[in-house]
């Protein structure tokens, strides 16, 4: 399902990569309000020293008031951030870069501001685990966990009583909906409505199960590509162990980041910490736990934490490696935001363009599960499109504020 990529420059001028200087916009806000938030945030929830906490302030003023920096001469990836990944923005202004390529340059930098990522006693030290650990070690888990025993399905029925298609369809949307809870979103006081089948702006569950099925018959492996820890994590697990139980795959590669990144998105330790959760938890959970652990020590579920998974690029940028893994899996599986903006391309695309068109570079079959968090969205019909910019949220609200989702999928 190769087909030629159009030129850049066709593109760039038919929809214009995403920036971050226009008053006003969404990018806008992430630049001046949530990451002046997020700052505070984290220099409340660790005591950093003063080395730290002024480099990080640097960085902020730096992104509201400087020019785009480099990477200091001994990084240990600046080869990857001035070689493959440099795109010509440094030196700009951080809002006049493509917001996705800046975006991924600011978490970078946080790593190097909190001694994340150079020798020191802040080596390895997620910056963004007390949130992630908090969320975890939450109630609403631990509520989500038992429900798994309860009638928490459709028609309240217990996951037991349901059919495999209906238990798909249910991890699935939990999967899907997992995603709302991202950490980062939360910070400048998102907080969506709940969501349901009737707050998907797109709805290719059916194709979707029909791709599960095909991965199925052949024996196929299937990639998730991961999005956030903890209560997102949680439900990705969970979708897991029934595509491995119901032979949907017979192999699963889980893509995480090999840093923290995008304040909640997960890593390896954060597997590792969901799969201790769900291990520790009574009844169904437990037993989904101890069967993922044994899946993990026997390699039919492998975590992979790819260098490109962090690259402020989108996939169709990817290495060869990763072309390869990606090719020949059944399925791949996006999850949330970030993942669908690097899949789709972070531009201002027609919401109407067809998701095949746009990810047609993509090396085999591949699905986006994700709540709407930015401004870019396509594959829309024409009337759903109308009937949310006149639904009262013609400010294009229902792009960003999470309250919606989309189900997609290039066969
Ligand atoms: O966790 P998700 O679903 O990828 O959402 C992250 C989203 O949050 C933002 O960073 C804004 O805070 C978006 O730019 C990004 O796409």
Redesign the pocket.
Known sequence: MERREPEAADTEAAAPEILGNVPGSF?WG?WHD?HPALVERLLHATPYGPGERQALRDLLAETLDGVIQPLPASARDRELWHGDWDRGHFGKRWTDAP?LWA?SYFYRRLREALGYSVPGPWRGIDPFAPMKDAELAGDTVDGELAALDGGSGPGGRSPDELSPDERTDALVLAALWG?RA?L??R?TGGEPGAGGAESLVADERPALRELLRAAGERRGRIVLVA??AGR?LIPDLLLIDHLLLTGAAAEVALHVKPHPY????ATTADVLAGLRRLVAAPGTAGETGRRLWEAMSTGRLAVRAHAFSCAPLTYAAMPGDLRADFGTAALTIF???????RLVGDRDWPATIPFAEVTGYFPGPVAAL??L??DVVTGLGRRVLDTLDAGGAADGAWRTDGSRALVQVRP
Do not use: A, H
């Open positions: 990018p992430v949530r917001f975006e995603n991202d980062g979103f910070i999005d956030n997102e995008y304040v909640s998105d999850k949330g935001d970030l993942n669908y903006r994700r709540t968090k930015s």
